[in-house]
């Protein structure tokens, strides 16, 4: 799983029907110290999460294909939890509170 | 997941027999903002996209989930057509 930021949401009305009307949030990786990791994913969101927030994503279609119930979605990403904060070496490096 | 942005269109009668009657469009990848990145790929299409349009795509297995009787062997697939991007 990879911690991400949250930094679009995007709307889409003809798609598979597998997504249902569950939203999609396209999200960056990011490093521990905030900088962009790698291309942006878009992620079903699973939890309710909002812009500028961080979160938990999960790439893995099996697993998506579980959380959806279904057998054959075309699914490969989802957020699976918003992130309160990110201790590393006994340091607080991200707290919910203080980001924004 | 990832967004993309159709170009194209690539015809191709000499192929896999499970690939007969898909659409193959020539997709770039997008950023957020709508700048392309890296270089143009085919990618089957689920949905019946068109030229210039904004789209998601999925990789891997999960590209042939969408064509569930035919299973062909595909390694991007449009999924669906974006209405907007917000911030």
Redesign the interface.
């Known amino acids: 799983m990879e911690i991400c930021k949250v930094?679009?949401?995007?709307?889409?009305?003809?798609?598979?029907e597998?997504?249902k009307n569950l939203p999609?949030l396209?999200v960056q990786p990011i490093h521990l110290d905030m900088r962009n990791k790698g291309?942006?994913?878009?992620?079903i969101d699973f939890v309710g999460a909002d812009?500028g927030e961080l979160v938990l994503i999960m790439k893995e279609?099996s697993s998506v294909n579980d959380m959806l119930g279904l057998k054959?979605?075309?699914?490969?990403?989802a957020i699976i939890g918003i992130i309160d904060s990110i201790d590393a070496d006994d340091k607080k490096i991200f707290e919910k509170s203080n980001s924004d | 997941?990832?967004?993309g942005k159709v170009i194209g269109r690539a015809v191709c009668t000499c192929k896999d027999p499970q690939l007969k009657g898909l659409k193959l469009l020539l997709v770039t990848?997008i950023?957020?903002n709508g700048n392309p990145?890296g270089k143009p790929f085919v990618a089957c299409d689920?949905?019946?996209a068109g030229n210039g349009e904004t789209v998601?795509l999925?990789?891997?297995?999960?590209?042939s989930?969408?064509f569930?009787k035919t299973r062909p062997p595909a390694d991007a697939?449009i999924?669906?057509?974006?209405?907007?991007?917000?911030?």
Request: overall charge negative; some cysteine; proline content about 4%.
């Open positions: 930094i679009k949401k995007v709307v889409s009305t003809i798609k598979n597998a997504y999609l396209l291309s942006e994913v878009l992620c812009l279609g054959e979605a075309p699914a490969d990403a | 997941m990832y967004l990848k950023d957020g990145k689920s949905v019946g998601f999925c990789g891997g297995s999960e590209a989930f969408p569930i697939t999924l669906g057509i974006i209405d907007n991007i917000a911030d």
